[in-house]
DNA sequence: AAACCGTGGAC
DNA sequence: TGTCCAAGGTT
């Protein structure tokens, strides 16, 4: 309903009139008071703990971080004590979380909020967007959640509440749908209400009712607030928006992967930047081209990157594992060492398995580490 | 703009 | 069992 605004031309017109607006948000709050969601880190006020969980939530389930925030706080209470750690062992409490580059770019940023922030956040959505690994929907959040900033936040669960509210039927991906939909965010946020909630309450509400009632599939709308104000829902359009774009399609690799055994210790290998799981360490492990051998292949390449002459084994698991827009096959093996060098070189060490625990390791190879520690005791005489 | 970066739970 | 999806950011 985009109706004849009367105002001058230097204020664009807002999707929805004030008092739509203020009459939404009341609805909101109250629905808020009862069913909003407690989670560890709100209602703590500490930018830190906001900042630890929003970078752990980016394309990540709650119920999957929970864990990693508890440990990871237990580790690096404040930020002096994360910027002074070492990024191996932020990495380590990393392990299994996913998106690597997160957990570099946070130790990157809290070294660089010690050295030129004075060991503070800045409450200002610019100067908290210049730090690596925070975005234009992080820094709205820290901004709002812990210093109660009016700005605006779209995510995957505004992003889904607002298409529908406005009824936007266009592709979400679009830069125009985009630019839409932080717009009625900023028009929402600094919206003035009677009510004492803040920017971060209103945001952190929001947010929740995308969560629990607005989902992806089968919205409730039945027990929602705000179905009075949404177009989708009067349209009855609530399943067809937001319109996504289709996924790509998985392609099926064949990975092989070798632990390499030698006094008891087993090499393992630092994956390198550029790599996937760059920072991660692995046992030796590569992609078999099709119709290649596997057993080739990883002869050839420990041969050729490290200098060593194997006598492999035949294989002893797999793993199967998908990864963003591939379905990996992992074929493992063990191997002994026939010939060669020691190697030389700081992506390549040779490794007590009671030490693999310290090493933040490749989902697949943990598994494949705790695979041998588990044969190694049905056949402690190996 | 579009590709890349991971993983596990829900259905 | 396969598909969808999650509190995105960077290049």
Redesign the pocket.
């Known amino acids: 309903m985009p109706r004849i605004s009367s105002r001058s031309a230097a204020s664009s017109a807002t999707e929805w009139s004030l008092q739509k607006r203020r009459a939404f948000l009341a609805a909101l709050i109250e629905w808020n008071a009862e069913h909003g969601?407690h989670?560890p880190?709100?209602a703590c006020g500490d930018p830190y703990r906001?900042w630890i969980?929003?970078?752990m939530?980016?394309?990540?389930?709650?119920?999957?971080?929970i864990p990693y925030f508890e440990r990871f706080l237990a580790a690096f209470p404040t930020l002096p004590a994360l910027a002074a750690a070492e990024e191996s062992q932020v990495l380590r409490l990393w392990?299994?979380?996913?998106?690597?580059?997160?957990a570099r770019?946070l130790h990157a940023a809290a070294q660089k909020l010690m050295t030129e922030h004075d060991g503070r956040f800045p409450r200002e959505v610019a100067a908290l967007?210049a730090?690596?690994?925070?975005?234009?929907?992080?820094?709205?959040?820290i901004a709002s959640?812990a210093f109660n900033e009016p700005a605006a936040?779209v995510?995957?669960?505004?992003?889904?509440l607002y298409a529908r509210l406005l009824g936007e039927p266009r592709d979400l991906?679009?830069?125009?749908v985009?630019q839409r939909l932080w717009n009625f965010a900023a028009e929402l946020v600094t919206t003035k209400t009677t009510e004492p909630q803040g920017p971060g309450e209103i945001n952190?509400a929001l947010?929740?009712l995308?969560?629990t009632l607005c989902?992806?599939?089968?919205p409730d709308c039945a027990h929602c607030p705000a179905t009075r104000y949404c177009l989708a829902y009067e349209t009855e359009q609530q399943n067809i928006i937001p319109r996504?774009p289709?996924?790509?399609q998985?392609t099926d690799v064949i990975d092989v992967t070798v632990a390499i055994e030698q006094q008891g210790c087993y090499l393992l290998r630092q994956r390198q930047p550029?790599?996937?799981?760059?920072g991660?360490w692995d046992f030796p492990r590569y992609t078999v081209p099709t119709d290649a051998d596997p057993i080739d292949v990883l002869r050839q390449q420990v041969h050729e990157q490290c200098g060593l002459d194997l006598m492999i084994g035949p294989q002893v698991t797999q793993f199967k594992?998908?990864?963003?827009?591939?379905r990996i096959t992992l074929l493992c093996h063990t191997a002994t060492v026939t010939t060669g060098t020691i190697v030389e070189s700081e992506a390549f060490r040779w490794v007590l398995s009671e030490d693999f625990e310290n090493y933040a390791l490749?989902?697949?190879g943990r598994k494949f580490a705790d695979w041998l520690i588990a044969a190694r005791e049905r056949f402690p005489f190996d």
């Not at 392990?95 to 997160?102: I, N, P, W």
């Not at 995510?155 to 889904?160: I, L, P, Y």
């Not at 991906?173 to 125009?176: D, F, L, N, P, R």
Request: aromatic share 8%; net charge positive; no cysteine.
């Open positions: 969601r989670l880190w709100r906001v969980s929003e970078i939530l980016q394309q990540t389930t709650v119920t999957a971080v392990e299994g979380l996913g998106y690597y580059s997160r770019n967007q730090l690596p690994g925070i975005g234009r929907y992080t820094a709205g959040a959640f936040i995510e995957a669960n505004t992003q889904r991906k679009t830069t125009a985009q952190q947010m929740d995308g969560a989902t992806p599939t089968s996504l289709p996924r790509p998985l550029g790599e996937r799981w760059a991660l594992h998908g990864v963003t827009r591939y490749s989902v697949t």
